[in-house]
């Protein structure tokens, strides 16, 4: 088992067992502080503050002078902002300041002790060119891997190692804290942060000019090794990939976004080997997953070995896509998760899948109190893919799953529940739920559980 173990530079990957990733850290201390800030709300106005309470670097002012023209690229201008303000121990602010435009940038990479702020009126748009975007030693799919930077980065690789080991071959890996991403959501329709990830649909099928693949094309927000991190109040559409990827974090707070995504691929919020993560009022709108919790695929998973744990997802409202899913990424092990008072018009309102070769597993969920309206109202699948048996270690397993308080009218099926011969989902439990529509179409193998007043009745052994 190997131990990620954040340090004030870099984080150094060692040999040290250890029983988790952070163990120095409380869990769910929620909300975090995030970032201190630059500035201050009087009157809607934003007054500097201080030197010695916060440092505020507008973009649109000198040294930086960047341009909300949507045609002139920023990148350098915002970049220097983020290195002026971010990592000072009073904190500091990088302020697109309202009614400033639209702000053309390519990849940036944030520091600690920032606020990132972008205010009514203002927006950063990504670049329309593939090469704005430099490859990076990331995790991308949940698969070590050079790639394409996001649009806002935070930890990166700063040394390979001298001898590749394929699952993770970053020698020193740069750590962040106290970060703050934010908007004002103000009006409905008011973009914060656009992708613009259509073009790489356009530029890189099947592959980018520099011959990589259309699989390393950049999420939006990759944010990797973040101790202390906060995404709100934006309105984000248009990703190349995932929406929102917080990855290697610890106290992740994610509250009052709004996600559009139509892309292929194109999840919304995925918290992949995070802990203690808060997702609580957003509304999203995609074409896959509108939250899905991950924690590393197949080999590469399971040799970083880092969870996903101590989770809450709740009143968020999922208008579109196929809702809340756990995995398939489920190699590190994903638990403690509590999914509570969402509103649902989605693909189903368990979703939880994973496959052989991913190894794993999931548990120590609830699931309560939500009315949806979707196609399938409970699916669990360790077959998401047909594979040929492999060795336990890669055998995923799912277990201790409460289901409780749940009014679901389904379009298609009930429930779905498929575990392997040799590995049966385990101890589902599920009580007070009513399922209405289509309420005869069930289908369950390898899965046991128990049920009390639930009308229909579930087909678990």
């Known amino acids: 088992m190997y131990s990620f173990t954040f340090v004030t530079v870099f984080v150094v990957l060692s040999t040290v067992v250890a029983d988790a990733p952070f163990p120095s850290l409380t869990h769910m201390v929620q909300p975090i502080s995030g970032a201190l800030r630059g500035s201050k709300a009087s009157h809607n106005e934003f007054m500097e503050l201080p030197l010695n309470e916060g440092r505020l670097c507008d973009v649109t002012k000198s040294p930086y002078n960047a341009v909300g023209d949507n045609k002139t690229m920023n990148t350098n201008a915002i970049q220097q902002a983020i290195d002026d303000c971010g990592n000072l121990a009073s904190g500091g602010t990088v302020l697109l300041p309202r009614g400033a435009g639209s702000f053309r940038s390519g990849s940036l990479w944030l520091a600690s002790n920032l606020t990132f702020r972008i205010e009514e009126g203002a927006s950063l748009s990504g670049s329309e060119n593939w090469s704005s ?261 890669a055998t995923p397993i799912f277990r201790n799953i409460k289901i409780q308080n749940l009014h679901i009218f389904t379009n298609e099926s009930t429930m779905e529940c498929q575990g392997l011969d040799d590995s049966v989902i385990q101890n589902v439990t599920v009580s007070n739920v009513s399922i209405l529509g289509v309420t005869n179409s069930q289908q369950c193998n390898y899965c046991e559980g128990s049920q009390r007043n639930t009308t229909p009745s579930l087909c678990m052994s």
Not at 156 to 179: A, F, P
Not at 334 to 351: F, G, P, S, T
């Open 133 to 393: 975007y430099p490859m990076t030693y990331t995790r991308s799919g949940c698969v070590m891997m050079e790639a394409h930077a996001s649009l806002l980065n935070a930890g990166r690789c700063l040394q390979m190692k001298s001898e590749r080991v394929g699952w993770d071959d970053c020698l020193e890996w740069s750590t962040l804290e106290n970060i703050v991403i934010e908007g004002e959501q103000q009006n409905d329709g008011v973009i914060s942060i656009d992708g613009n990830g259509d073009m790489w649909w356009q530029q890189c099928t099947p592959t980018c000019p520099d011959g990589t693949d259309i699989s390393q094309r950049p999420t939006l927000l990759g944010l990797l090794w973040v101790n202390g991190l906060t995404i709100q109040n934006l309105h984000m559409r248009n990703p190349p990939g995932w929406t929102v990827h917080p990855c290697f974090s610890n106290n992740v707070r994610i509250t009052g976004n709004t996600i559009v995504s139509y892309a292929h691929g194109g999840d919304g919020i995925d918290p992949d080997s995070c802990w203690n993560v808060y997702i609580q009022n957003n509304t999203i709108t995609t074409r896959d997953d509108c939250i899905a919790l991950k924690s590393g695929k197949d080999w590469s998973g399971r040799m970083v070995n880092i969870s996903t744990e101590n989770v809450v997802i709740e009143q968020n409202t999922l208008l579109a896509g196929h809702g809340i899913a756990f995995g398939s990424e489920t190699s590190g092990w994903i638990r403690d998760v509590v999914v509570r008072d969402n509103a649902l018009q989605v693909e189903a309102v368990v979703r939880m899948k994973s496959m052989r070769g991913r190894g794993g597993g999931v548990e120590r969920v609830m699931f309560d109190n939500m009315n949806s309206k979707v196609n399938q109202a409970i699916q669990m699948t360790l077959a998401y893919k047909n594979v040929k048996k492999t060795n336990a270690s």
